[in-house]
């Protein structure tokens, strides 16, 4: 009972790390169609993944209209059945 406990609790604070952990990055390509972005990011620390530039899938609650070529972000990602997918995604100032 303690181990599900300890388990459980493991897996709420994995689940919040990823979530607060935003990294910065600059729209490639934007494809709104396809609820798909291609980002320049810097590294990844959730993930232990190094700055470069790559196509993401989006969520679909991300509205691409909003975003253009250009734009400095800062976006928070998870893995999806090994696919990342990005789940949020704000403009910088
Ligand atoms: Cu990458």
Known sequence: ???LLLATLFLIT?????ASDWTKGKI???EPERQRVVLNHENIKSIGMEAMTMPFDTSPV?????FKVGDSVRFQVKVNDGVLEIIA???MP
């Open 1 to 3: 009972m303690k181990k």
């Open 14 to 18: 994995s689940l919040v790390s990823t």
């Open 28 to 30: 490639v390509k934007v």
């Open 62 to 66: 991300l509205d691409l209209k909003n």
């Open 89 to 91: 995604l704000e403009k």
